[in-house]
């Protein structure tokens, strides 16, 4: 069946530029969480929606980040002003319910260059 | 300090060997804990969870000590296909994953 989806899968932006990202959650599941993967490092938690509400949007490095959730399924990350310091993978993953027990599936991920 | 510590490696094996991963975390009230297996430019996937009894999945042996705070992943008779980056992951309030850094492991013939 259909995992998560991305998209772009790549982005090159000029510094300054703004950015969009799109994830298409697994059909059916509420929880869906963002994060940033810098090169050699682990995934860092940005953000996490149950349907459309953000409930945690303590991981968002700088109000320069956006995400939103409006109907509860798609979901996009916004990146104004992009930096260099910006330029990582960018990773949505969703689960079935707000259990916490919930296995999380991830997207492939939107590769960010601000150059 | 980061909230889940682990070894980056690398680690170079020959095939059919026995290796052992190791990660520590600093927050005790934490209750759910698992690896998850990362291919060179694709997305993290789980590749077990780690409970205090500790279990086992085929080759791979997953143990849990809440005293120390330390998590150990044993993977036994590596396959050259068991080379992948291997991260430790302790899940967080509202349901968040908090990642090592992940531990690279290369396997060779």
């Known amino acids: 069946g259909a995992g998560v989806s991305q998209s772009p899968r790549y982005k090159v932006a000029k510094r300054g530029q703004d950015v969009a990202l799109r994830c298409d959650p697994i059909?059916?599941?509420?929880?869906l969480f963002w994060y940033q993967q810098a090169l050699g490092q682990g995934p860092e938690f940005l953000t996490y929606?149950?349907?459309?509400?953000?409930?945690?949007k303590s991981g968002l490095p700088s109000d320069r980040f956006f995400a939103e959730r409006p109907e509860g399924s798609v979901s996009t990350l916004k990146i104004q002003r992009t930096q260099q310091e910006d330029s990582a993978v960018y990773l949505c993953?969703?689960?079935?319910?707000?259990?916490?027990?919930?296995?999380?599936?991830f997207g492939p991920g939107t590769r960010l260059t601000v150059l | 300090r980061k909230e889940v510590e682990q070894d980056p490696g690398p680690f170079n094996v020959p095939e059919g060997a026995t290796v052992a991963f190791n990660c520590t975390y600093s927050?005790?009230?934490?209750?759910?804990f698992f690896w998850y297996r990362q291919d060179c430019r694709k997305e993290p996937k789980l590749l077990m969870s780690?409970?205090?009894s500790g279990n086992e999945d085929g080759r791979f042996t997953a143990q849990l000590n809440r005293a120390s705070q330390y998590i150990s992943l044993l993977i036994r008779d590596s396959k050259l296909s068991d080379s992948a980056t291997y991260l430790c992951?302790?899940?967080?309030?509202?349901?968040?994953?908090?990642f090592g850094q992940g531990t690279t492991l290369q396997v060779k013939p």
């Open positions: 993953a969703s689960s079935l319910s707000e259990g916490l027990n919930n296995e999380q599936f």
């Open positions: 059909s059916g599941h509420v929880s």
């Open positions: 929606f149950q349907n459309e509400a953000q409930l945690d």
């Open positions: 927050n005790s009230a934490s209750q759910s």
């Open positions: 780690v409970y205090s």
């Open positions: 992951v302790v899940r967080g309030n509202t349901g968040k994953l908090i």
